[in-house]
Each structure stands twice: as structure tokens, then as C-alpha cells.
């Protein structure tokens, strides 16, 4: 079964992103879908804003933080 480029573009835009995570790992070898834990430092009114939210939604604070940079 053969696709046809308007089909081939139609899977393409669907899973763009996975499509360049993928051209990532063949350049890089780095996995950006993994998670990996790392250390930083916040200010402890930052630390309880996290905390007020992470109640509020029931996410993981990692979660959040992870959200608000997508955003940007």
C-alpha cells in the first residue's frame, strides 16, 4: 500500500513533534522524552506558590514547572 504526499504531509503534521524528537535522537543520541532528575535552587515564596498550586491541582510540582516552561 503506497501513500500518496497528501496523506504522507496530513502524518506528518499529526506527529510533527514526534517526528523531530526523532531527528534529535539520530543526531544526538539524546532521548527527549525521558525524564531525568536534576537539582536547582528556588526562593522559598516560589517553593510555596508551587506548593499552593500543586494542592490546588493535584499535579506534581515537576509537572507544573514543566507546563509553565513549555509555555514560554
Do not use: C
Not at 29 to 58: H, M, P, S, V
Amino acid at each position: 500500500m503506497s501513500l500518496g504526499n497528501r496523506e504522507i504531509k496530513r502524518i506528518f503534521n499529526k506527529y510533527k513533534q514526534s517526528f523531530i524528537e526523532l531527528e534529535h535522537y539520530d543526531r544526538t543520541r539524546e532521548i527527549l522524552w525521558r525524564r531525568k532528575r536534576i537539582d536547582f535552587t528556588l526562593a522559598q515564596r516560589t517553593i510555596n506558590k508551587l506548593k499552593k498550586i500543586r494542592d490546588k491541582t493535584g499535579k506534581p510540582m515537576s509537572h507544573i514547572v514543566e507546563e509553565l516552561v513549555q509555555k514560554v
